[in-house]
């Protein structure tokens, strides 16, 4: 099956979970319109349907190549990032200032949802240039930013992140990879990178490499470590195309899947030098290339949602038609979507699918009240919300992805496991998401050592403060549904408190013991935070029903897929509070030998 943008998804979402109208109170989009909103909504579902959805599979067969340093992506990804760019769409939520539109992040992340569902390996360009564009737009001069953001925004010029070294992996202060100053304030790169996603192509006349890199006297460790810009072709004043730059691809990684996006080693200064510019302070590009890495986790946490719901589409559509055994009601063969385990399966992906997206539209969201809110307290307070949800937004959206996608296979039976039928491809492709970005343990313990206790654990206070209130909202409610849902909602948020306050208490007390419930605390965090969104949405579903919205059946649906997810995952919370209190005597406790296998 082919994919069809869930649109009127997207837009309940947006517009009734994470309420994207907020925003048009804020200064910086007073501009912003329901029909701008549903315009750009529409158009972006219409290419991702109608261009990149076509070519996913052409990626994946006809993977990306290289030879003597030149890669060439799959056929038709050059002209559908030519669209692409040719539609706006590189410079959505970007300055007006460099030609950018303006946008908030929260409808430019429906966009990428949308992108990456219908071309995971496609949308990886994009996504990174994205990130590139923040970090040049907050941190550098504005001589770099005038020569490079038009550019980029334009869709002329694509841009990697160049940070993981194979001595390094996810330790970033073990780079190795040197910049030494010239006496014209360039810097010169010596060094090798790799994992870089599309650091070489055809599709776009330059590609702008944004480098972690240590300068001569640099301090050991992370807080040595700068950030500079490096491009594929050297950039004259007047941002024409001069000589080659002394950095190449050395070769590409042959992948699980993701075939058609192009994995690069990467060669800095096999000559001269690689000639790059300095990107913020000298000895804070960690600081500076966070930028780029939290809006990068929270397009992965989209790309989770995106592949889920292409696979969910096509193991929907297989369920309808396939027919084998006998169901209750069902003369002769019966659709397997008529078994009571078949449609207990579409239901977990359908809501949890919703659920992850809600909880990503919720983070961009943030992110804009975050950089436009009018009070500066409001901003304050948007700006933990965002904080504490990225890591959610990334790795239980993730999780979900794989979980999914591998539900995905299982809907389709031994046909799933045979490519012919496209459902393994989700599987391959979306498997790399949980590790990507930095990896689900690593947000995990960004969640319990920064997040948890953020503002003297203030994030996390108002977090509950806010799924309570929905709680009440729900306990209010006409629907008895919806009744229930507010019920198991409050039990699932009083065990999630008394998880926080476990592990606030252990990383002063046990730190070992704390660090080890990092990652079932991540999922208990995400699982409540998914039922939270739901719940906002079986409430304003209620609303719209009363209000007499005609479209009755799709309302009820989305009553039902809330309460089918407080009924069968939120009462997994008491579980995952106990995984959270195994304790390091648990897992350290034996010697290393017990874990051997031989």
Known sequence: MAYSAPIKDIRFALEEIAAIDLLKAEGGFADLTDDLIVSVIEEAGKFSSDVLGPLNTVGDKNPARVSDGIVTPPPGFKDAFK???????????????????????????????????????????????????????????????????????????????????????????????RAVPQPDGSYRLFGSKIFITWGEHDMTDNIVHLVLAKTPDAPEGSRGISLFLATKYLVNPDGSLGARNDLKCTGIEHKMGIHGSPTCSMTYGEKDGAVAYLVGAENKGLAAMFTMMNAARLMVGLQGVGVAEHAYQKALAFARERRQGRADGIDGAAAIIEHPDIRRTLWMMKSKIEAARAVCYMTALSSDEAAAADDEEDRAFAKRREEFLTPLAKSWSTDIGVEVASAGVQIHGGMGFVEETGAAQFYRDVRITPIYEGTNGIQALDLLTRKLTLAGGLAFKEFLDDVRQTVEDCETSSNEDVVEIGARLHTATNVLEEAGAWLTAALTNDRQSALSGATPFQTLAGEVCGGWCLAIGAVAAQRLLKEGDEDIEYLRGKIAGARFFAQTVLPLAAARLDDVKVGAERVFGAPDAALSSV
Do not use: C
Request: glycine share 12%; hydrophobic share 45%.
């Open 83 to 177: 669209q692409f760019a040719e539609g706006g769409w590189m410079g959505l939520a970007m300055d007006p200032a460099y030609g950018g539109a303006g946008l908030p992040h929260a409808l430019s992340a429906a966009v990428y949802e949308m992108v990456t569902g219908a071309n995971l390996a496609f949308s990886l360009a994009p996504l990174l240039s994205s990130g590139a564009m923040d970090a040049i737009h907050l941190h550098a001069t504005e001589e770099l930013r005038r020569l490079y953001l038009p550019r980029m925004v334009s869709g002329e010029w694509l841009a990697t992140m160049n940070l993981t070294e194979p001595q390094a992996g996810s330790d970033l202060g073990a780079l190795k990879t």
